[in-house]
C-alpha cells in the first residue's frame, strides 16, 4: 500500500522511534502518546483493520498478543497495561492499518465511565 503511513514506517521511509522489529511485526512509539507508556504493534503487512483479516491471519494475530505481553514487559509495564484496537470510523480508527495500541505507566482510568 504506497500512501499507508504505518506501510511507509515499515518499509523504513519515515522514521519511528522503534520498540521491536522482525520478519512480520514492527513495534514503535506513538507520536501523541496519551500516557507515558504508548507504542503500537503492527503487522509489516497491510491490513487495513480488525474487520479485515481472514483465517489465515491467525496465527500472525496471535504472534502479535503473544508478543504485545512480552513487549509491555519490557518497556516496564509490570503492573499491567491497556490494549486498544480501533476499529473502523465508528471505532474511531484514524489510521487504516491494523495497529494495537499499548497503553501504560500512569493512571489509566476506567476505559468507559458510566452513569
Ligand atoms: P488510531 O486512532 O487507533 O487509528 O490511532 C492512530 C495512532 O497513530 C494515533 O495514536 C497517532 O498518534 C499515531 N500516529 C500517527 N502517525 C504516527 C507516526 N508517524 N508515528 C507514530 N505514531 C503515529
Ligand atoms: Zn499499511
Redesign the pocket.
Given at each position: 500500500m504506497g500512501d499507508c503511513?504505518f506501510c511507509k514506517?515499515a518499509r523504513g521511509e519515515?522514521p519511528?522511534r522503534r520498540v521491536y522489529e522482525d520478519d512480520e511485526v514492527l513495534a514503535?512509539?506513538?507520536?501523541?502518546p496519551v500516557a507515558p507508556v504508548h507504542f503500537?504493534l503492527i503487522p509489516k503487512l497491510h491490513l487495513a483493520s480488525l474487520a479485515d483479516v481472514k483465517d489465515v491471519h491467525a496465527a500472525l494475530l496471535g504472534r502479535m498478543l503473544l508478543l504485545v505481553s512480552r513487549l509491555a514487559k519490557e518497556q516496564g509495564l509490570d503492573n499491567g497495561f491497556r490494549t486498544?484496537i480501533?476499529t473502523g470510523k465508528g471505532g474511531?480508527?484514524?489510521?487504516f492499518h491494523l495497529?494495537i495500541?499499548v497503553i501504560g505507566g500512569g493512571n489509566i482510568p476506567p476505559m468507559v465511565r458510566r452513569g
Open positions: 503511513i514506517i519515515i519511528c514503535f512509539h506513538d507520536i501523541n503500537m486498544v480501533n474511531g480508527q484514524e489510521v495497529h495500541h
